[in-house]
């Protein structure tokens, strides 16, 4: 039963780009969340889909967007990028049941550097 | 805030003493939740306790909650050095009139186990 995957693992990129990065939830979740991660900080939520809608959203700038697709797998698209965007980038996937706030499951990330 | 605020910011024992970390919030919430993070990788969760309970064990994890003081420990029995990581918790709460949670983070707790 694979986990929560994301690619690709590694990424450096320079001031002004733009930047795609992908997820694949655990099998049998249908909600999908994205978190950034600061060195030696905790996680800060971004924004979560469902049903190919963006759900809820954190307090990130609109050059943060992302994207689910059918399969509940989804995208995080970030543009013009800033030195301030190096971080980890995390996503997390759960399954919308009867009880909200269901734990999450997350993959290893993806850490982006800004040179 | 809903956010969770971790105290210690860092503890250090030996292996086979036992490690508390607590957890403050601010918001009302539906549960509460626990993750470790060992360094690069992705979060893992640990447990989840309602708002309606006070005790829950798992393995070597106890974690206690109380909503008046709106406060939950994290108590680790008998550590090993894997249990080396940064510990977080995340206080859940519906999105205002939704049934959609996210989780917050605080800065966590870094715990180091000493062979």
């Known amino acids: 039963d694979a986990g929560v995957t994301q690619s690709p693992t590694h990424l450096i990129k320079t001031r002004g780009q733009q930047v795609t990065l992908r997820c694949s939830p655990k099998?049998?979740?249908?909600?999908v969340s994205w978190y950034q991660q600061a060195l030696g900080q905790g996680p800060q939520f971004i924004f979560q889909y469902y049903e190919e809608e963006e759900r809820q959203r954190g307090n990130f700038p609109d050059r943060f967007s992302g994207h689910q697709f059918p399969n509940y797998s989804s995208e995080l698209n970030v543009n013009a990028l800033l030195l301030g965007d190096s971080a980890l980038y995390l996503c997390a996937s759960s399954l919308l049941g009867e009880y909200s706030n269901q734990p999450q499951h997350f993959g290893d990330g993806t850490r982006l550097s800004i040179l | 805030s809903q956010q969770g605020e971790e105290d210690p910011q860092a503890l250090s024992i030996q292996e086979g003493e036992n490690a508390t970390m607590n957890c403050s919030y601010k918001?009302?919430?539906?549960?509460l939740q626990w993750y470790r993070q060992n360094s690069g990788r992705g979060l893992v969760h640990l447990i989840l306790?309602?708002?309606?309970?006070r005790e829950k064990h798992s393995g070597r994890l106890r974690v206690t909650l109380d909503t008046s003081k709106k406060s939950s420990s994290l108590l680790i029995t008998a550590s090993r050095a894997a249990d080396t990581a940064s510990y977080f918790c995340a206080p859940a709460a519906n999105a205002g009139g939704t049934s959609y949670g996210k989780l917050t983070f605080g800065q966590g707790t870094i715990l180091t186990v000493h062979p």
């Open positions: 918001t009302s919430i539906n549960n």
């Open positions: 099998s049998g979740h249908d909600t």
């Open positions: 306790i309602r708002s309606n309970e």
